[in-house]
């Protein structure tokens, strides 16, 4: 699309200029939408390279056809930015899944991120905003999953949760991967977007050993152990079929299984470390 940039724009963006004989090229931030398209000045004439509403490209110093095709050449170089695979970790309550998925943070700091959750149940004393949860009211979080903002939301006694795709989005846009800590409903909503994430199970021994860890605790009546136990053997059939999940990680030793999951998270770091590096050159 032939378009004009304003010289507001031009003047308040931090423009990268790229050379390519014996062509300009100006690359420069989003136009605002309140910023209405004109002429630089009365003189010259400019060829920006438009996608949605952003104007992600501007050319100047030489014919438009020549410029069009060069534009063209540049941003097709530049769109496929290659970025990790979200995470999808999920396994019964007693799993060891939060004590293997807190070793990798530990490890990876610079590497791997969680994606923060909203929810629309009061904070507690000592969770803040942005942070353990995104703290939102029911009307908010109800008029987000209605414009599709919510990847996949779930409810639990009387308050909603929900992964965002904005939260995805900023942790995939720091070139990490984003850990998604979600239970079976959430695993199969998103099983219907185009996340395309990598799906880890991590499953306990036997239900027997589960049964064990869960008393251990000694937080749960026999009612709720009751409940977690039946919905953990539902969780254990659903991972048994056929492309429910890319990898199943028993956790009968901790050590082994943290060593299956790094695995799995190293592979696709070094995979986009190497698509990078061959789309540079």
Known sequence: MYLCCSGRCLRNSSALVVRLRPTTLLLARPLAKDSAPRFLN???????????????????????????????????????????????VAGPS?????TLIKRLFQEFPNEVDFSVSHTSRKPRSNEVHGREYY????????LGIK????IETAEYSG?????????????????????????????????????????????PPSIEELEKRLRS?????????????????????????????????????????????KSIVMKEIDAVKKSKTQSEN
Do not use: W
């Open 42 to 88: 009365e003189h010259e004439r400019l060829l920006a390279l438009r996608r949605g509403e952003k104007i992600v490209a501007v050319f100047a110093g030489v014919s438009l056809l020549v410029g069009y095709f060069a534009l063209k050449k540049a941003f097709s170089n530049m769109a496929a930015k290659p970025m990790c695979r979200p995470l999808v």
């Open 94 to 98: 007693g799993s060891g899944k939060s």
């Open 135 to 142: 703290f939102s009211t029911r009307e908010e979080m109800e």
């Open 147 to 150: 414009k599709g903002e919510f």
């Open 159 to 203: 308050n909603l949760y929900g992964t965002s795709k904005k939260a995805v989005a900023k942790v995939k846009s720091l070139g990490k991967v984003c850990v998604l800590d979600i239970d079976m409903q959430g695993v199969r909503s998103i099983k219907e977007t185009k996340l395309n994430p990598i799906y880890v199970f991590i499953q």
């Open 217 to 261: 605790r000694q937080t749960e009546t026999e009612e709720s152990l009751r409940k977690r136990l039946d919905v953990a053997h539902e969780e254990m059939e659903y991972a048994k079929k056929e492309g429910s999940f890319d990898h199943v990680v028993v956790n009968d030793e901790l050590e082994k299984a943290y060593g299956e999951l």
